[in-house]
């Protein structure tokens, strides 16, 4: 497991060279967390770099790439263990029995 440091990552996605090569890292991490269950970025360090990647996207949202793991929720775009998707969340508002 790699440990980015704080600035490093919160500082990641400055360019969109950068922004690419943070998202790769990004889906890296997510696909290796979610495969085998250890991720080449620990906890910390993957949410201050999705959060860099995030401000980057909304800086410059015309060229946000239409895969990005930011928009994918915690999931973070890697396919659950197992395989099979999460499930909806429960509407809310509304009388479920």
Same mark, same amino acid.
């Given at each position: 497991? @790699? @440990? ?6 919160? $500082?990641?996605? $400055? $360019?969109? @060279?950068?922004?690419?090569?943070? *998202? %790769? *890292?990004?889906?890296?991490? #997510? +696909? @290796? ?7 080449? *970025? ?5 949410? %201050?770099?999705?959060?860099?990647? %995030?401000?980057?996207? %909304? ?5 946000? #790439?239409?895969? #990005?793991?930011?928009? *994918? ?5 890697? =396919? ?5 998707? =999460?499930?909806?969340? =429960? #509407? +809310? ?5």
């Amino acid at each position: 497991m @790699t @440990t980015l440091p704080a600035a490093q990552a919160l $500082s990641a996605a $400055s $360019s969109r @060279t950068e922004y690419e090569a943070a *998202l %790769q *890292l990004l889906r890296d991490a #997510s +696909r @290796t967390y979610y495969g085998d269950g250890d991720s080449v *970025l620990d906890d910390v360090s993957y949410d %201050q770099l999705r959060r860099s990647v %995030q401000a980057w996207e %909304q800086e410059h949202p015309a060229e946000v #790439s239409p895969d #990005s793991p930011t928009g *994918l929720g915690g999931r973070g775009g890697g =396919p659950r263990r197992g395989g099979a998707a =999460p499930p909806p969340p =429960p #509407s +809310r508002g509304k009388a479920v029995f």
